[in-house]
């Protein structure tokens, strides 16, 4: 089955704690984005990329971190700098950017609680 | 930066009902896209529109985007009880953007 796959599902940490969330697709799909979705709030962008070795940041990168050393994998690190991360994390994928962006794919979530 | 505002937030109606959501953008988009989210789960495609004044259907969903490309709705025809789960637009400007996504609205159907 063709997918976006992330995982931990749920996931807890203290704070002062980083905390990696996987994410691969198996869609052969360029482009791979990081939202970030809280209570009422729309998905609000944290990190793309479109390419290997390549990424930039959204409109909330701040306290987050990424790397895209494989197309199928992008994983993101929530640091301890990110002063409220507790949220529901979502994956996407889709072919690119360009003039008329295809739809987007997204995994499952995380949801990340900072006790 | 672009901004992209939905109404309303939240509405509940009774099955069979009819259902609108608004989208409002600040800047004129290139295309806008409609995902459903259900409770406890993902945002799942539903549409994209492209062109001024478009309107697309799928069975009892109706599409629409602005004459001059700020604004669209989605319509529900009859809602049904698996109508239910939060509705989100979200549009780029022309120029290979990332998309906006509004606050969506959440939508109840009682039986």
Known sequence: DGGITQSPKYLFRKEGQNVTLSCEQNLNHDAMYWYRQDPGQGLRLIYYSQIVNDFQKGDIAEGYSVSREKKESFPLTVTSAQKNPTAFYLCASNNGLAQTPGELFFGEGSRLTVL | ?111
């Open chain 2, 1 to 111: 930066g672009q901004q992209v505002m939905q109404i309303p937030q939240y509405q509940h109606v009774q099955e069979g009902e009819d259902f609108t959501t608004y989208c409002n953008s600040s800047t004129t988009l290139s295309n806008i896209q409609w995902y459903k989210q259900r409770p406890g789960g993902h945002p799942v495609f539903l549409i994209q529109l492209v062109k001024s004044g478009e309107v697309k259907k799928q069975k009892r969903l109706t599409f629409q985007f602005g004459e001059a490309k700020k604004n669209s709705s989605l319509h529900i025809t009859a809602t049904q009880t698996t109508d239910v789960g939060t509705y989100f637009c979200a549009g780029s400007n022309s120029g290979y953007s990332t998309l906006t996504f509004g606050k969506g609205t959440m939508l109840l159907v009682s039986p």
